[in-house]
């Protein structure tokens, strides 16, 4: 596929379907998340894919609390919630209910030792580390994409991160930083994503001043 | 260009000409960053992308500067040095003494308020933030690849970024993460990396544990 057509229709994928994704599909999947650059080409990231039913369900349940918990805000809206957000929330509780069934979930790991985190000392949060992780999880997805598989990058399981790293027997001093379920799509799929447009993400030597690089996309 | 083959041959590169690029195809970079997925759809980072010659030759300075920090090490063990190391830091002397010429060096800023950062209370350094601007990152050099513009993902100009944030009247609580300077290849460009086998980088079911997915690609 080409590479602007996977990236234009990279849509998150909640709904997926527990038929199995053939071994040379994964294959290509994980070999393009292999293949990101890192800090000093240090690679300092391991990907666990999750087969077993039995650690499935248990991520799920573990998801599916901390899923109860980001939604709640929504759930207090009711009627009032946007359209896009109900959608989306919508979509997450069909993962909850389906994640022991996807044929497998992604844990990407990271090792912050062998990570310059160069803003470290920042009076503000750092996130230099995912740098060297995030470039990966990208290539996992894009490759997702091109193969037709959905999937969607979760967060919220490393507030569970010591039950994760002890159902996976994830040692010290590894993290964990990206839950991507995977699966074929329930419904439509990748198709356009709704992003905002360029003029608003892209200024030119100053903050806030407008480019003389848009529109020709 | 095929999604598999940009992957498969995005070197990092230094050595980038003073030769302008069109801005078609500059924005067809950005476009690519701007559609990438970010936590909530928020995206909650911006592109700053600066071509003008005084603030390139202050970013030049800030860089050497923290450059000759970060090789001192390298610099100190003389002909002991790796190999693929020396090419690196000599590849790396060369972006900074010509830092000044890019046609561009583009500048990822994110604010985290706008971040769910969920393993900001874990007992280990926090990425996740990164989750929501280093696939946009992935993006810009994925489409540089497939452009055949050279660019290099750093980040020591964290060290350096109230001088950054000045130079570019980046307000607070925006941060600065990634510094990215583009151009022509000065040599032979992209293709083939040199990775760690997918073997090394995959596990099933828990740490360690030879996978059923390698081989395929």
């Known amino acids: 596929m080409n590479l602007y057509e996977a990236m234009a229709t990279q849509r998150a994928i909640r709904r997926l379907k527990p038929d199995p994704i053939p071994h040379d599909v994964l294959s290509r999947i994980f070999q393009a ?21 039995d650690k ?106 010591s039950a994760v790293k002890s159902l996976l027997e994830i040692p010290d001093p590894w993290g964990t930083c990206a839950h991507i379920p995977m699966g074929y799509p329930v419904l439509g799929g990748y198709g356009p994503t709704s992003r905002r447009p360029l003029s608003k993400m892209l200024y030119e030597n100053t903050w806030m001043a407008s480019s003389s690089f848009e529109g020709g996309a």
Chains 1, 2 share one sequence.
Request: glycine fraction near 10%; aromatic fraction near 8%.
């Open 33 to 53: 998340a292999s293949w990101a650059p890192t800090g000093g080409n240090v690679q300092p990231f391991r990907m666990v894919a999750v087969t077993d039913r």
């Open 56 to 161: 499935l369900k248990s991520l799920g349940e573990l998801y599916t609390k901390q899923w109860a918990v980001y939604t709640e805000g929504m759930r207090a809206e009711g009627d009032a919630l946007a359209p896009a957000r109900k959608k989306m929330m919508l979509a997450g509780d069909y993962l909850c209910e389906h994640l022991h069934q996807v044929p497998v979930m992604v844990v990407f790991c990271f090792n912050a030792e062998h990570m310059a985190i160069t803003d470290a000392g920042l009076d503000r949060p750092s996130v230099v580390g995912g740098g060297s992780v995030y470039t990966a999880v990208q290539n996992l997805m894009l490759a997702a994409r091109a193969e037709g598989v959905g999937c969607v990058l979760t967060t919220l399981l490393c507030f569970e991160e």
